[in-house]
């Protein structure tokens, strides 16, 4: 039987600007953030009876911007699309983007459909499903360190490559899932989130290093107040052992250089989910089968 696989890196948000358009296309964010080698691993079985079947980590789902992406892109046509996540979703680390990324790429393999028209599927999807705002652009981007310096998707948007990797990064979870669609609602607090992601931003760009996109993060965070108690508790305790962290947007969740060793002990085994990962700048690929 006719298949395709594809993985797609996720990707974590370290400061962002949201930014609305009646085009889909270029609505998202500008935002510095980081490609990491964990990601979404998608299978696309064709289903001739119509049907669109989708499991996600094993479980049946109703996964609404992976079946915004297949009524998109195939309506009408069914599919048995099976995803399997590295990270855990709802946490700031791009799973949402991923997943339709994989799933539209997948598909527009399988239907002959272009990888332009897949890649805009999954960023129209991901922006009016409220997964994400930018992420899609900046994994299709294939930069270890993508800056979205226009909103949407290129050609509308434009994405720079910070021009450093990170070879050691750890992940970790320390609360319950972030809805990112309620968190943007709040006209009040969108306006804040604008101006604190212009101020860091303009931070970044003068020097953009490693170190100082950790700073950016951080002053980010801090003007916006989106950090939980836990994730600042978690920040600090690895700032207190000499190494950097900040909150991933959005999310209970941070990023350290510090090793997934000394996160699980500063932090306690039964406090943090801890994952390994680096920086990814391979290409998305798809594999087709039958």
């Known amino acids: 039987m006719r298949s395709a696989e594809s993985f797609c890196p996720g990707h974590v948000s370290c400061v962002f600007q949201p930014f609305s358009s009646l085009n889909h296309l270029a609505a998202g964010s500008r935002g510095l953030g980081i490609r990491i080698s964990l990601g979404t691993r998608v299978s696309v079985t064709p289903d001739d009876g119509g049907q669109v079947t989708v499991y996600i980590d094993g479980e049946p789902s109703d996964a609404s911007v992976t079946r915004a992406v ?5 309506p009408g046509k069914g599919f048995v ?4 996540n590295d990270l855990p979703v709802s946490q700031g680390f791009g799973t949402s983007a991923s997943g339709a990324l994989a799933t539209a790429l997948c598909i527009a393999s399988l239907e002959g459909i272009s990888r332009q028209r897949a890649l805009e599927v999954a960023h129209i999807a991901d922006v009016v499903g409220g997964g994400g705002l930018g992420d899609v ?3 299709v981007a294939g930069k270890h360190v993508p800056i979205r310096t226009v909103p949407g998707l290129p050609p509308y948007g434009h994405v720079d490559n ?3 990797k990170i070879d050691n990064l750890t992940l970790g979870v320390v609360g319950p899932k972030l809805n990112t669609g309620s968190v943007l609602s709040d006209p009040g607090l969108t306006s804040v989130i604008r101006a604190a992601g212009s101020e860091a931003m303009d931070l970044f760009m003068e020097n953009p290093t490693l170190e100082r996109m950790f700073e950016a993060s951080n002053m980010f965070s801090e003007k916006t107040g989106l950090e939980s108690p836990q994730v600042h508790h978690a920040t600090e305790k690895m700032r207190s052992r000499g190494y950097r962290a900040a909150m991933c947007m959005l999310g209970n969740s941070f990023f350290t250089d510090a ?4 996160v699980r002990n500063a932090l306690g085994r039964p406090n943090v989910r ?3 990962c680096s920086s990814y700048g391979r290409e998305l690929t798809v594999t087709r089968r039958g």
Do not use: H, K, N, T
């Open 274 to 276: 801890a994952y390994p």
């Open 81 to 84: 699309i099976r995803a399997e």
């Open 70 to 74: 297949v009524d998109l892109l195939a």
């Open 259 to 262: 090793p997934v060793d000394v």
């Open 162 to 164: 910070a021009g450093f």
């Open 137 to 139: 652009s900046a994994i």
